[in-house]
């Protein structure tokens, strides 16, 4: 009971405390890439794929692709977002893994419709590296 009080406490003040906090350089680069993320998905293009349909926006300023599946159902695949990220901007593109290279196993064979539905808050589309 002492060691369940004790952690109850210390998780309480440590959860305080809040996140760690951004330096000015680092909210200015933030809001750089949200605008430049939002100014390609204005103009993002539609590509059709094996029956899906997948939008790709192309972020110039950073060699980058995000892609994200709008229609269809069930599993697809790095593939189909690399596929779909170079029909759409003619660039070979490379999947950016991310956090997800932490996941274990081969990504390449991961189903991303199941990860996607573990995804919360805002997202603008999975990352693909793009070489023009």
């Given at each position: 009971m002492k060691f369940t009080l004790s952690l109850l406490i210390i998780v309480a003040a440590v959860s305080a405390c809040g996140g760690p906090k951004l330096t000015a350089e680092q909210k200015a680069l933030r809001d750089?890439?949200?605008a430049q993320n939002q100014a390609a998905l204005a103009v993002a293009k539609h590509v059709a794929l094996d029956g899906q349909m997948f939008r790709v926006a192309h972020v110039?300023?950073?060699n980058q692709a995000l892609v994200e599946r709008v229609k269809g159902s069930g599993p697809y695949y790095v593939r189909d977002l690399q596929v779909?990220?170079?029909r759409a901007t003619g660039c070979g593109a490379k999947f950016d893994a991310g956090i997800l290279a932490f996941i274990g196993g081969d990504?390449?064979?991961a189903d991303l419709a199941?990860?996607?539905t573990k995804v919360s808050g805002k997202f603008d589309g999975w990352g693909v590296s793009?070489?023009?």
């Amino acid at each position: 009971m002492k060691f369940t009080l004790s952690l109850l406490i210390i998780v309480a003040a440590v959860s305080a405390c809040g996140g760690p906090k951004l330096t000015a350089e680092q909210k200015a680069l933030r809001d750089r890439n949200v605008a430049q993320n939002q100014a390609a998905l204005a103009v993002a293009k539609h590509v059709a794929l094996d029956g899906q349909m997948f939008r790709v926006a192309h972020v110039t300023e950073r060699n980058q692709a995000l892609v994200e599946r709008v229609k269809g159902s069930g599993p697809y695949y790095v593939r189909d977002l690399q596929v779909a990220a170079y029909r759409a901007t003619g660039c070979g593109a490379k999947f950016d893994a991310g956090i997800l290279a932490f996941i274990g196993g081969d990504i390449y064979s991961a189903d991303l419709a199941d990860l996607r539905t573990k995804v919360s808050g805002k997202f603008d589309g999975w990352g693909v590296s793009l070489e023009c």
